[in-house]
């Protein structure tokens, strides 16, 4: 008698051990693709980070660009003064005309350095709409996780009664190790 008891002992632990298993193999599957979900999250955050760093400067640059153009329309003003008094090979034309020149470069630095910066804020939006995604993700692998966590319950309380079970009739005698 006490070797179909521990016989069957050991089908119980057998046979609930593969579901007991299988529960948790799903549950771990979810907690991945939440942490997935997460990390991907935390780097859209960045990026949004990153854009509004972006915006800032885009403000920084339109106004310096700005300023800049008022100059060089004021410069060219002056150019033409001093052209119109001392000629056009004076040294005070020239000295006006190289600021103006000077000025000019600035200005297609400022220019390029604007719309890098726009391209990157562009770039950097479409990375926010992908953190949508991917905090809906997260949403849902949260989900996962809940439902994994759900379904995992009645499977360990299970082989907690097999195990209490096992170890009943282990202590009376009828169960061998």
């Given at each position: 008698m006490?070797?179909?008891?521990?016989?069957?002992?050991?089908?119980?632990?057998?046979?609930?051990?593969?579901?007991?298993?299988?529960?948790?193999?799903?549950?771990?599957?979810?907690?991945?693709?939440?942490?997935?979900?997460?990390?991907?999250?935390?780097?859209?955050?960045?990026?949004?980070?990153?854009?509004?760093?972006?915006?800032?400067?885009?403000?920084?640059?339109?106004?310096?660009?700005?300023?800049?153009?008022?100059?060089?329309?004021?410069?060219?003003?002056?150019?033409?003064?001093?052209?119109?008094?001392?000629?056009?090979?004076?040294?005070?034309?020239?000295?006006?005309?190289?600021a103006a020149d000077k000025l000019t470069a600035s200005i297609a630095a400022t220019e390029k350095k604007l719309q890098s910066e726009q391209q990157a804020l562009q770039d950097e939006a479409q990375a926010a709409q992908a953190a949508t995604v991917a905090t809906a993700k997260a949403a849902d692998a949260t989900e996962d996780v809940g439902q994994a966590a759900k379904r995992a319950t009645p499977a360990i309380d299970h082989m907690g009664d097999v195990a209490r079970k096992a170890d009943r009739l282990h202590l009376s005698g009828n169960f061998l190790c």
């Amino acid at each position: 008698m006490a070797g179909g008891l521990q016989k069957r002992g050991v089908e119980l632990v057998t046979e609930n051990a593969d579901a007991f298993f299988g529960v948790f193999k799903n549950a771990n599957k979810a907690v991945d693709a939440f942490g997935a979900a997460t990390q991907a999250t935390a780097k859209q955050v960045d990026a949004l980070a990153q854009a509004a760093q972006r915006a800032a400067n885009i403000d920084t640059l339109t106004s310096k660009l700005s300023v800049q153009q008022k100059e060089l329309a004021i410069l060219k003003q002056e150019l033409t003064q001093v052209a119109a008094k001392y000629g056009d090979s004076s040294t005070q034309a020239q000295r006006k005309a190289l600021a103006a020149d000077k000025l000019t470069a600035s200005i297609a630095a400022t220019e390029k350095k604007l719309q890098s910066e726009q391209q990157a804020l562009q770039d950097e939006a479409q990375a926010a709409q992908a953190a949508t995604v991917a905090t809906a993700k997260a949403a849902d692998a949260t989900e996962d996780v809940g439902q994994a966590a759900k379904r995992a319950t009645p499977a360990i309380d299970h082989m907690g009664d097999v195990a209490r079970k096992a170890d009943r009739l282990h202590l009376s005698g009828n169960f061998l190790c």
